[in-house]
């Protein structure tokens, strides 16, 4: 498990960008930048991996990221890291069958004892608890599904709370 605990100490406010299913679609990419604005950490949730590999070099801030369906290579296919004082489960989806339902991702986040819940996979934002559990879902950047258009979202923590704004792009 990753901890980014030292990038918090002294923040109130943890600003974190969540971008997904972006398939190499750098225009987008920066239209979510720049919707997002200033961030403490950015999470990928794969489809294109390398998009968040780049996004690593390039911003000043952690990037967590994880592989897809569409990524030829199928490691890291989920993490389990500290942010912000909350526990976060980051996978793309496609391994617990997310377009059929959220069963699975609540079955690993309980068993790792995660608070939130970041996936991709669907194309579709959507930001919703269960059981104590935050699930965010940032849509694609590159097309949307379902009568959403492309988009992102940002989580922002402060103390205990966490609120969840998703972006048309």
């Keep these: 498990m990753k901890a980014f605990t030292s990038e918090v100490q002294g923040l109130t406010k943890f600003n974190i960008g969540v971008l997904g299913d972006t398939h190499g679609d750098h225009v987008s990419i920066e239209a979510a930048l720049k919707k997002l604005g200033p961030l ?3 999470i990928h ?12 070099h390039t911003l000043h801030i952690p990037v967590i990221a994880v592989v897809g369906n569409c990524d030829a290579r199928r490691q890291p296919d989920r993490e389990w890291i ?19 339902g959220t069963v699975s991702l609540m079955r690993e986040a309980r068993l790792h004892q995660a608070s939130v ?11 919703f608890s269960r059981q104590g559990i935050l699930f965010v ?19 922002v923590v402060t103390g205990t709370e ?4 998703h972006f048309s792009l």
């Design 137 to 155: 879902n940032p849509g694609s950047t590159h097309a949307g599904r379902k009568g959403k258009g492309r988009a992102c979202a940002l989580l």
């Design 117 to 127: 819940v970041v996936f991709g996979h669907t194309h579709v934002p959507a930001a």
């Design 162 to 165: 966490m609120a969840v704004t």
């Design 40 to 42: 403490d950490a950015l």
């Design 82 to 100: 500290e942010l912000a004082g909350k526990r976060f489960f980051v996978t793309h989806g496609h391994l617990q069958g997310v377009k059929q």
């Design 45 to 56: 949730v794969g489809d294109y991996y390398r998009d968040g590999e780049a996004l690593a």
